[in-house]
Structures are given as structure tokens and as C-alpha cells.
């Protein structure tokens, strides 16, 4: 699934924006990252907002995010992909949402 995403997004935009639903410890978020730094433009840059309404697992992800040293790339937020507040339609260029 990461392959797919990351060969389908757009080559032309400054910041591509990826929205990880369900993110847990940011498994799927990381991946995408990692996929993206080592097969696309260097003219652009990944950002992912990883969403989970577990504090415990948003908390792993954040110290699994510390240690890869993408912290500038991946933010994690508390929430439910139920209730998206605060977020726009198009804002981002991709959604993802998985179970490992």
C-alpha cells in the first residue's frame, strides 16, 4: 500500500500532504516518509499528519518519530476519523488508513 500511495502522489507540488487515519504508533506514517524520501523529487517535501484516538499509541508514535528524526515531517494529533474537526476538504493530497 505505501509503494502505491507514494508512486501515485503529484511530482509538480512544493508540500504534499498525506493524512494517516487510525495512524496507532505511526507505523503506516513512518513507512510512507521513509518510501517517499528515497523515490521521489528532492524539490518537494512529505508531511503526514497521523491521526488516533489512543493517547497511549499516539504517545509510542511520537517517541518511534523522535528516533527516526522525523519530527519536522510527521505530526501525530488525538482524534477520531469520525469527526475530523478543524481539518478541510482538500487539504491533503492523499488519506490513508490501515490495520498492520
Do not use: C, W
Amino acid at each position: 500500500m505505501v509503494k502505491y500511495v507514494v508512486s501515485s502522489l503529484p511530482e509538480t507540488e512544493e508540500t504534499i500532504r498525506i493524512l494517516d487515519l487510525a495512524t496507532g504508533t505511526a507505523d503506516v506514517a513512518i513507512l510512507l516518509e521513509k518510501e517517499y524520501s528515497t523515490t521521489k523529487a528532492v524539490n518537494s517535501e512529505l508531511r503526514v499528519l497521523g491521526i488516533d484516538p489512543s493517547k497511549n499509541m499516539i504517545e509510542i508514535g511520537r517517541e518511534k518519530i523522535s528516533s527516526e528524526g522525523l519530527e519536522d515531517q510527521i505530526m501525530l494529533e488525538i482524534g477520531d476519523a469520525r469527526s475530523l474537526v478543524g481539518l478541510k476538504e482538500n487539504d491533503f493530497h492523499a488519506v490513508t488508513m490501515s490495520k498492520l
